[in-house]
Nanobody, 121 residues
Framework: QVQLVESGGGLVQPGGSLRLSCTAS????????MGWHRQAPGKQRELVGD????????NYADSVKGRFTISRDGASNTIYLLMNSLKPEDTAVYYC??????????????WGQGTQVTVSS
């Protein structure tokens, strides 16, 4: 069993920055990718980005490339999402995920409870 807990959400003005964190606990062996998704009101949940836990290699959605950065702290099983140059369209609930993958197939995925990010003047 794995538990993921996100923190760091809140209200920020356009152009501002925010850093989210996600800490995993429980049976952590076996998963090899962690990442972030978001879901805005009335929209489907979409990928923000992810990170290969062993290598640190990252992947980002086109909508956030150049603005968002994912990093990890392996010792504490924590990943971070640094969001810069925030736009109103970034407003969403942000969810952390941890995956066990075989190649590109997701064999098992765990989700956090989500944290609200609101970008508004």
């Amino acid at each position: 069993q794995v538990q993921l807990v996100e923190s760091g959400g809140g209200l920020v003005q356009p152009g501002g920055s925010l850093r989210l964190s996600c800490t995993a606990s429980g049976r952590l062996h076996g998963f090899n990718v962690m990442g972030w998704h978001r879901q805005a009101p009335g929209k489907q949940r979409e990928l923000v980005g992810d990170i290969i836990t062993s290598s640190g290699s990252t992947n980002y959605a086109d909508s956030v490339k150049g603005r968002f950065t994912i990093s990890r702290d392996g010792a504490s099983n924590t990943i971070y999402l640094l969001m810069n140059s925030l736009k109103p369209e970034d407003t969403a609930v942000y969810y952390c995920n941890a995956d066990y993958r075989a190649s590109t197939t997701i064999l098992r995925r765990y989700w956090g409870q989500g944290t609200q990010v609101t970008v508004s003047s």
